[in-house]
């Protein structure tokens, strides 16, 4: 099979396209045919090598997490997913590749209606975003601020918290405040700006802070809510002012609590952008643009074209 393979770590040119053997599915394993891959930002920082104590790498490596396709092969023990089924979740042996091996609970099927690219966009913001967001514990009728609100991870968190009738300020470019605000929620610049804007948007104050852009976002919030009413995803140093910290591992994920967003997905009640989508040969210029730490929506990765899959 065609995979995108690193044999050391290093800028984005490190990709090779190159032809591997295929895997198989073992007792309790799933065998996916990828349609598309999701680029997430935690993958670069794993191709930089920034985390190799974390998630040690063997090369030549696949790199990759989060994919949409259709089951090619379950192993002995598996009666869930079936052969034929459209699938989304997360793939420990490395989605930017024909084919993944996986286990069925971290993936779930897709909805007749939801287009594979439009699925693959949903794993990883919305299960963070539902992890995070329990830490964070916020009410109907709170006012919590969201920074990087145009994110992936950001605006899932700003749909789940609106659904839920809080009232969300969001920090975002100027270029995203109008999607911010399509999104449900007030939007506020980040930086130097964000304290001065947030007295204007919620001149009562604020209950609580959800963190996905880090930058001394977390510090900020000290000045108007309780540590423990802030939660970040990114500034783990944080833990020492009494941050809350939403840690996971990513490689562990059970997909299938995420039926329920994407049925909010084909209702038209819950989206991630689709940020892009580049060939398989661009996963290079994929990390790039990840790494520019602007991007609205989630970038994909089209592998291939599955016959009858609605990618
Ligand atoms: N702990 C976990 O379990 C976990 C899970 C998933 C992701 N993460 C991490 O969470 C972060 C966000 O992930 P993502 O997938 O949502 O990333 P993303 O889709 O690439 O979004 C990045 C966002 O950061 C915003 N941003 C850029 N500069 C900023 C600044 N100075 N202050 C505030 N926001 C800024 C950008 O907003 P503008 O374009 O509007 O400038 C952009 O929307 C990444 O660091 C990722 O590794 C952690």
């Given at each position: 099979m065609k995979a995108q393979v690193i044999t050391r770590f290093g800028e984005?040119?490190?990709?090779e396209a190159r032809e591997v053997d295929s895997p198989s599915a073992g007792p309790g394993q799933v065998l996916v045919r990828v349609a598309v891959a999701a680029v997430n930002p935690l993958d670069a920082k794993i191709r930089g090598g920034a985390l190799s104590s974390m998630f040690p790498t063997t090369f030549p490596a696949v790199l990759g997490n989060e994919i949409a396709g259709v089951v090619e092969a379950v192993g002995a023990g598996?009666?869930?997913?079936?052969?034929g089924e459209r699938v989304v979740g997360f793939a420990p042996s490395g989605g930017y590749a024909e084919l993944v091996v996986t286990t069925p609970d971290r993936v779930v099927r897709v909805p007749d209606a939801l287009p594979l690219t439009k699925a693959a966009t949903i794993p990883t913001a919305a299960e963070t975003a539902q992890r995070a967001l329990a830490l964070l514990d916020a009410r109907a009728g709170e006012t919590v601020v969201v920074n990087a609100a145009a994110g992936s991870v950001g605006s899932a968190a700003v749909q789940l918290l609106t659904a839920a009738g809080v009232r969300v300020i969001g920090t975002a470019s100027e270029v995203n405040h109008d999607y911010v605000r399509a999104l449900g929620a007030t939007p506020v610049r980040y930086g130097d700006h964000l304290i001065a804007d947030l007295a204007l948007a919620a001149p009562d104050g604020v209950d609580a802070a959800f963190d996905a852009g880090g930058r001394g976002f977390a510090d900020q919030m000290l000045t108007l809510v309780e540590p423990a009413r802030i939660v970040t995803i990114v500034d783990f140093a944080a833990a020492r002012l009494g941050v809350q910290i939403a840690a996971g591992d990513p490689f562990a994920v059970d997909a299938r609590s995420l039926a329920p967003v994407l049925d909010l997905a084909v209702q038209g009640r819950f989206a991630t952008e689709v940020a892009g989508v580049v060939p398989f040969d661009g996963v290079a210029e994929a990390h790039r643009r990840s790494e520019d730490g602007h991007l609205r929506g989630k970038l994909l990765v089209h592998v291939a074209d599955i016959a009858g899959a609605n990618a």
């Open positions: 984005p040119e490190v990709f598996v009666t869930e997913p079936s052969v």
